[in-house]
């Protein structure tokens, strides 16, 4: 009796369980049919650096790969801080932009993010703008679409100066948006609900995010000023230490990459074939002093032309201080101190510290005639002998002369007259 009412107690725990589980699954199967959903999403793109050919491949790609049945707006969230591409592209953006399909929208954040040259005056274009607090937009330059009324009426102002928040939400040119949600609620057709309890509001709205893939966000990041200039500068610098060493290592691989990458940015970004050429130029001064292992005439010529190509480098862009200042500072202390230490240890004269070896006694390895190996204290070295005095294996050896890389040695009785005259006469 005791074990059926157990049973029925046990089976009544797990029908209320299973009774619990499935009005919670209705109920919010039920919840779920009552809430409206929309059935088109929106697409945000993240674009931030200088605009370069590899953001403009994307930014093209994805304003004509956008499907606008399952669309309500593109939206470009940009922090860019001017542009190296040509007049073309940006018309060619400036055209897909203005006959796209679906709206187009810019939104400069998040704080603290600017939108700069050509990519201001596009985000202009697509006629819907917002802009988070510490943010900035202007500095178009040149207006390129000039018959487009909205950059019409700010070209004037935004033409070389920027535009802080409160500037452009009071002026008009772009709308408050202090983080990327209060931006999308205010496109058309994008759905929110409020929780009541929480007072929260949440997107019923789906949110799509892109961005680049990884090699060309890579090759994007590699094309950035600071990266182009340090890479040249590393690439120059290990290709040097290279022709020092013997054969090719890793330094000489490295070196080749990083200059390949270097030279790569440096065709992207507008340079200065100047500059460019006063770099090369305190590279070769450099190595002259690093030959002689001690910093001269040619250190102070190569660090001048150091800093003159560096500030030279680029057209129209900008190196910050601190990466100027690292670079210069780096390649210098490298170039004219710690690249003559490390090639004056690994290839200085192994004789040095070794002239107590001079009358030790040990034992052949091999047959010395003239070449061969010995032992000398536990150690192995390579010995040479004279011609006339050969010294089988096995036998005592006396060290007569240490030369480079070679211990001289003679057999311990009837040793060639040159070799005894080596050693000096005994007292």
């Avoid at 819907?128 to 900035?136: E, F, H």
């Avoid at 679409?145 to 802080?164: G, H, I, P, Q, R």
């Avoid at 710690?338 to 030790?360: D, K, L, N, S």
């Avoid at 050896?397 to 040793?415: N, S, T, Y």
């Amino acid at each position: 009796m005791r074990e059926t009412k157990t049973l029925n107690k046990l089976f009544r725990v797990i029908f209320a369980f299973s009774a619990i589980l499935l009005i919670n699954l209705f109920s919010s199967n039920a919840a779920a049919d009552s809430m409206p959903v929309s059935t088109k999403g929106v697409v945000v793109v993240e674009a931030s650096g200088l605009m370069d050919p590899v953001m403009f491949e994307m930014m093209m790609e994805t304003l004509e790969k956008v499907d606008p049945s399952e669309t309500i707006a593109l939206v470009f969230q940009v922090n860019v801080s001017g542009s190296v591409i040509g007049t073309e592209e940006i018309i060619e953006l400036g055209q897909v932009i203005t006959s796209s399909k679906i709206p187009i929208s810019f939104w400069v954040g998040p704080s603290g993010a600017r939108a700069k040259g050509p990519i201001a005056e596009l985000a202009l274009l697509s006629g819907d703008v917002g802009i988070s607090p510490g943010s900035k937009i202007g500095k178009i330059g040149s207006n390129i679409f000039s018959s487009s009324s909205n950059a019409e009426k700010t070209v004037l102002d935004l033409s070389e100066k920027t535009f802080n928040y409160k500037e452009a939400v009071d002026s008009g040119i772009a709308r408050s948006s202090p983080v990327l949600l209060e931006h999308l609620v205010g496109l058309e057709g994008f759905e929110v609900i409020s929780d009541i309890e929480t007072g929260e509001t949440k997107p019923l709205t789906q949110t799509r995010f892109e961005e680049m893939d990884p090699i060309d966000q890579f090759f994007h990041s590699v094309a950035s000023p600071a990266i182009t200039y340090l890479l040249f500068l590393a690439g120059m610098g290990l290709l040097i230490f290279e022709l020092y060493t013997a054969g090719v290592g890793i330094a000489g691989v490295l070196g080749a990459l990083c200059l390949l990458l270097g030279f790569y940015g440096l065709a992207v970004l507008p340079s200065n074939p100047w500059g460019l050429a006063l770099l090369i130029f305190s590279m070769l001064g450099f190595a002259i002093d690093v030959q002689t292992g001690v910093p001269r005439l040619w250190t102070g010529i190569a660090t001048t032309s150091l800093v003159t190509g560096s500030l030279l480098l680029f057209d129209g862009v900008s190196l910050s201080w601190l990466t100027l200042l690292f670079g210069i500072l780096l390649t210098v202390i490298c170039m004219s101190a710690g690249m003559p230490a490390m090639i004056r240890t690994r290839f200085a004269t192994p004789t040095i510290g070794r002239e107590w070896m001079i009358g030790e006694i040990g034992m052949a390895i091999d047959e010395i005639n003239p070449n061969g190996t010995i032992e000398v204290k536990g150690a192995i070295w390579k010995a040479q002998t004279n011609r006339a005095t050969p010294i089988k294996a096995k036998e005592e050896i006396r060290v007569a002369a240490v030369d480079g890389f070679w211990l001289q040695v003679e057999p311990l009785e009837g040793a060639a007259r040159d070799y005894r005259e080596r050693r000096g006469k005994k007292k």
